[in-house]
């Protein structure tokens, strides 16, 4: 095969590139139509309230923390197993990251080991549904509701995911779901993200942070209006706006998802059979809980003769380009440097990250690259 396989790569149709044209033949490049209208429809689609649209996953990671009231020298529990960004933000609003282990069978935030790790000092968790498979949000919620914190999903992974009779962004266990359109997640809008609550309160809140704290709501100003020209900036905010382009592109896609969702459960079915035999631990999916499939990892066994980094670099030579998800967020050179932690702190996540290896996963994915890829494991694995 001369093509290469990357993990991950988005999908883009005619009609998608149509959208983003007329977009760009039309008034507004940004805070136009489009935006409401993606809003709109994402809120729709995962049954929340509301939803906010925001230029990247870590922008809303970032103004949701502001606006569930995070505070310097507040903590922030969150899972090691993950991208950086969700333990960054905490920082960026001059709180701690706290992590919690890892549970060693489904690979999310272990519950018990969150209890372990609150204090007075504890504010918000934040669960992260990684690879797409939906946290026991119910367990979760029951322990932030004992201790009066609030709950943040990032759901970066889990767009299209279900948990129980609810959907990952409709917040039934949260206050707020935040979701990311990196090319590689569910659905792209080149960079982009979204922010789902049922609260009017944080969804007034979000809208500000947005863009600059600024707002033009006559109901909502602090003084009296000088006239049709007048806003006031209310809060600290950003410039963290998608833009209309973006959007269109995000409505467009958005219309795929469930075909997405189920392509990528197609594949991770056929690889979950082809690897029965192989010395691997394969992904989990329990009684309850709708996979979303952003990512399918396999974890060598323990007692596997063969090392990660040999199944990787076989792989890379057959044009299977592979990744390991994640280096636990706390044995990054900044977290140790600055926040103290060290190697052997979450021996369940740091043995994840030794085992673990993402194969490529994509709607775009044909038959024959999903062959392809089983071969090769086999090949290298028996
Ligand atoms: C992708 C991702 C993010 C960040 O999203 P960006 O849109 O790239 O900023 C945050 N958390 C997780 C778990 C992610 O996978």
Redesign the pocket.
């Known amino acids: 095969m001369e093509e290469i396989i990357p993990y991950a790569r988005q999908y883009l149709d005619d009609k998608d590139i149509q959208a983003v044209i007329e977009v760009l033949k039309g008034d507004y490049l940004t805070t136009g139509p489009c935006i409401n209208k993606f809003e709109r429809e994402f809120a729709k689609k995962v049954g929340a309230k509301y939803a906010v649209a925001v230029s ?4 809303a ?1 970032h103004i949701a923390y502001l606006a569930a009231g995070i505070k310097p020298h507040d903590e922030v529990i969150t899972t090691p197993m ?2 950086a ?2 333990a960054n933000a905490a920082l960026y609003v001059g709180a701690q990251p706290v992590f919690a282990d890892i549970d060693g069978k489904t690979y999310n935030i272990d519950v018990k080991e969150i209890e372990r790790h609150i204090t007075s000092r504890s504010k918000a968790l934040v669960p ?1 549904h ?1 690879t797409g498979l939906p946290c026991d949000m119910e367990e979760i919620y029951e322990v932030a509701r004992s201790n009066n914190l609030a709950v943040i999903e ?1 759901a ?2 889990a767009l299209g995911a279900k948990y129980k009779d609810t959907v990952i962004g409709d917040c039934t266990f949260s206050d707020i779901t935040v979701f ?3 090319p ?2 569910h659905i792209t809008t080149g ?3 979204m922010i789902t609550s049922n609260s009017e309160q944080l969804y007034q809140k979000l809208i500000k942070l947005r863009s600059h704290g600024i707002t033009r709501d006559n109901d909502t100003f602090n003084e009296i209006s000088h006239g049709d020209w007048y806003y006031e900036m209310q809060d600290l905010g950003f410039n963290y706006r998608l833009t209309d382009i973006q959007a269109a592109l995000g409505v467009s896609q958005l219309k795929k998802l469930d075909s997405f969702v189920s392509r990528r459960r197609q594949i991770a079915s056929r690889y979950n059979k082809a690897f029965q035999e192989l010395p691997v631990e394969l992904p989990s999916e329990p009684e309850g809980y709708y996979h979303s499939y ?1 990512l399918y990892v396999i974890r060598l066994k323990k007692e596997s003769t063969k090392t990660r980094k040999y199944l990787y670099n076989r792989l890379k030579e057959k044009g299977i380009h592979t990744q390991v998800h994640y280096l636990p967020v706390h044995t990054m050179p900044y977290y140790r440097e600055n926040l103290g932690y060290k190697l052997g702190d979450y021996p369940e996540a740091e043995d994840h990250y030794s085992r673990v290896l993402s194969l490529p996963l994509f709607p775009a994915m044909t038959d024959d690259d999903v062959d392809y890829v089983i071969n090769c494991v086999k090949e290298v694995l028996i």
Request: proline content about 0%; hydrophobic content about 30%.
């Open positions: 990247s996953g870590t922008a990671l993950t991208f960004a969700t992260v990684y990032d970066c992974h990311s359109f990196h590689v997640k960079e982009g993200g952003h």
